[in-house]
């Protein structure tokens, strides 16, 4: 068998016209696109492997997505020079890889992560989103007031079952980490929240991003988000915010390389004997 390398790629895309991540056979998706491509490029089945930190759903963004596959070394040697600018030349515009880099054959870009970083986009000008940025920008129909969206947000963090906020999966865990969750406003106007986690279960950004929306317009006390916490299933009454207004921007990895293997090993421990899925959000 020919000797392998592994490659860890960092990807951007709008999601607008992709059906999430993860290959369909119908539908047009962001890790279909990319291994037709490389197939183009490299030949039918080279690439091998194929695995993402987080598997986006539909219409979601990512300026800071990384997945890892594996390619024939003698492949890669005659390919690395350019690999980079053939993709950019061949991938459709709403797709970059913008990094490839060599890695040890045991970092994992799902189980070696120790955190995802999204980010979600909100205006309340009576005007709606700018047209040039209605795809990341939801329109939010009332004011928001940041120091009440930033209270509800503050009985969120930390780690909690966050049942109330996810799509249950059956034997799986809901329980996770929510090591970063913030408000601000930008000078533009827009409002934008950072939610930080070791991992999300589906739909849980978007969850906790509608329960604080009417948290800041008024219509629910700021303490109502963090009280669903007390919930075993999902909370009918937590409208999940749209797609289009999420992004992932940024994955986490240790910063020893020497540690991708035990970080996987430790995550596995932690999500694979409850039934987890890999993570997604959307």
């Not at 990807?11 to 016209?17: E, H």
């Not at 329960?211 to 303490?223: F, H, I, K, S």
């Amino acid at each position: 068998m020919d000797e392998r390398i592994r490659l860890r790629l960092d990807v951007s895309y709008d999601g607008a016209d992709f059906s999430g991540w993860a290959a369909q056979p119908t539908r047009r998706t962001v890790a279909g696109v990319l291994v037709e491509t490389l197939d183009l490029v490299l030949g039918a089945g080279t690439v091998t492997g194929l695995t993402v930190a987080g598997r986006t759903d539909a219409g979601v963004h990512a300026t800071g997505q990384v997945c890892h596959l594996d390619l024939p070394v003698d492949v890669w040697r005659q390919h690395e020079g350019r690999l980079l600018r053939r993709l950019a030349r061949l991938l459709p515009t709403d797709v970059r890889v913008t990094a490839m880099t060599e890695v040890p054959a045991d970092f994992d870009a799902r189980f070696s992560a120790t955190f995802r970083r999204y980010e979600y986009r909100v205006t309340d000008a009576v005007f709606g989103a700018e047209p040039l940025r209605r795809h990341e920008v939801l329109a939010w129909p009332r004011p928001l007031d940041l120091g009440a969206l930033k209270a509800a947000a503050a009985g969120l963090v930390g780690e909690h079952d966050f049942a109330a906020y996810c799509r249950r999966k059956e034997n799986a865990t809901t329980l996770r980490e929510v090591t970063r969750l913030d408000w601000r406003r930008e000078p533009d106007g827009i409002l934008v929240a950072t939610v930080q986690a070791d991992a999300f279960c589906q739909a849980m950004v978007r969850s906790l991003v509608g329960a604080m929306l009417v948290a800041g317009d008024g219509r629910r006390p700021v303490e109502w988000p963090g009280s669903l916490l007390t919930r075993q299933e999902r909370s009918s009454e937590v409208t999940v915010a749209p797609a289009h207004g999420l992004t992932l921007v940024a994955v986490g990895y240790p910063a020893d390389p020497t540690e991708y293997a035990r970080r996987a090993d430790l995550t596995r421990r932690l999500r694979v004997p409850a039934g987890d899925a890999a993570p997604v959000e959307g």
